[in-house]
């Protein structure tokens, strides 16, 4: 099963976390597209144009998301990833849903610190879920790729 992984990818620690958890789902058998393991383009100019062209393919192939929410608010480009995903599954049964995988303090201590609703309503309309671990996650996506 192909899985994209969404998240924040602008710092050493984002990545590292992202690594890692790739690391974990392909140790699982899992394919994973994650965005900043990708070359660009042989010019190397990083324009959205080449990002789009770049991450595309992934996102397009994918059978289901695992989306990194760490942070005092979702990535926008991970929300927008969701969303595109979201729009496939409408008219592609075979894509299973959206992982949401929260692991930040902020969001499991209340306090009033949550996931942007819509992203959320977006992510459950998929039939995924928000969840707390990355075994969490890895659970629900081995339940989707034995179905």
């Not at 990083?46 to 979702?74: C, Q, Y």
Request: hydrophobic share 45%; net charge negative; with cysteine.
């Amino acid at each position: 099963m192909r899985v994209y992984f969404a998240g924040p990818l602008f710092t050493p620690y984002e990545r590292g976390f992202i690594d890692a958890c790739a690391q974990r789902l392909r140790a699982e058998r899992f394919e994973v597209f994650v965005p900043h393991e990708q070359a660009l383009a042989a010019t190397g100019e990083e324009t959205a144009a080449a990002i789009f062209a770049k991450d595309w393919p992934g996102l397009e192939r994918a059978d289901a998301i695992l989306a990194l929410l760490d942070g005092p608010t979702v990535d926008d480009g991970a929300a927008c990833e969701i969303g595109i995903f979201h729009g496939l599954m409408r008219s592609d049964a075979r894509r299973k849903g959206v992982v949401g995988l929260l692991t930040d303090m902020r969001g499991t201590r209340g306090g009033g610190h949550d996931v942007n609703l819509f992203v959320r309503g977006c992510i459950e309309a998929s039939g995924g879920a928000v969840v707390g671990t990355l075994e969490e996650a890895v659970a629900l996506l081995r339940r989707w790729r034995d179905d």
